[in-house]
């Protein structure tokens, strides 16, 4: 069975200050490692549960955090920035099934640590079909679009929470929130034994896992924090004013919603700042 995981940072069992996830030094060092142990946890489970082709798609920062010959599985790695779909590059209908590891709250809910969605110099909320969502729930859209279940997420319990609004997966909590820049952490080898765990047992129900439903039309609705970027947003296919600083993009096309949302991405990381 092939397995494809997206990996993100500042949902990882320790990892609670940018410093952390961004740069470089030891405090990135060890957040590259504790990334890294997390990664191979998932593996090991899925490897055990009956995968048997792992892709690992960067998604955090600059999307190039690892080194490749580190990840368990003989596991595929796509790495660098300016990939056309970003967070999700790479995945399509010869999948069985998805894992987001290490994914975080949205900028718009609860306190969560390192929270955002994709970009906090220019997004302050997102909207799936009136559902507020984290990065989760938008890159959802793309298992969507191409049929693949997603079995496990991994992060704080905000995450948890926010995702499992939109996604029927397994849920792995490696840590509690106290504020955007403190959490509870459970011990990385608790974390790496739950997590591999759950990446067993759903990898051997891949075939038979519910797949995300998001309905026959999907509606993102994106929040900005000043309505130049509303305005800016609109200039990318298919997006139009919808308020004051909100931009909605409407389709059945799911994979056209999130390319959508992702062109904005883009297109406003400029004008927001980042």
């Known amino acids: 069975m092939k397995l494809y995981i997206s990996f993100d940072m500042e949902g990882i069992s320790g990892v609670v200050d940018w410093d952390q996830a961004t740069g470089a030094g030891r405090d990135y060092e060890i957040g590259v490692g504790l990334t890294l142990d997390e990664i191979n946890a998932a593996i090991d489970g899925a490897v055990a549960g009956g995968a048997t082709e792992i892709v ?83 890159n959802a859209l793309v298992a969507s679009a191409h049929g693949v279940p997603i079995g496990l997420v991994t992060g704080d319990s905000i995450t948890k929470e926010q995702a499992k609004a939109v996604i029927p997966a397994e849920m792995v909590v490696v840590k509690e929130s106290i504020s955007r820049f403190a959490a509870y952490n459970l011990h990385p080898r608790v974390a790496h034994k739950l997590i591999y765990e759950a990446a067993a047992n759903v990898m051997a129900r891949a075939k038979s896992w519910p797949k995300v439903e998001l309905g026959e039309v999907c509606e993102l609705t994106m929040h900005f924090l000043n309505s130049d970027l509303a305005e800016l947003a609109t200039w990318i296919k298919g997006v139009s004013r919808s308020g004051l600083r909100s931009a909605t993009v409407t389709s059945q096309d799911h994979l056209s919603v999130y390319q959508a949302f992702v062109g904005v991405s883009y297109i406003t990381r400029q004008a927001g700042g980042r």
């Open 56 to 138: 690992v798609n960067d998604s955090h920062w600059k999307m190039r955090n690892i080194d490749p010959s580190d990840l368990h599985g003989s596991a595929s790695y796509i790495s660098g920035s300016h990939k056309p779909m970003y967070m999700m590059q790479g995945l399509d209908e010869s999948f069985d099934m998805v894992f987001f590891v290490g994914y975080h709250g949205a900028i718009s809910g609860e306190s969560s640590v390192l929270s955002h969605t994709y970009n906090p110099s220019v997004f302050y909320k997102v909207e799936l079909n009136g559902v507020e969502v984290g990065e989760s729930g938008i």
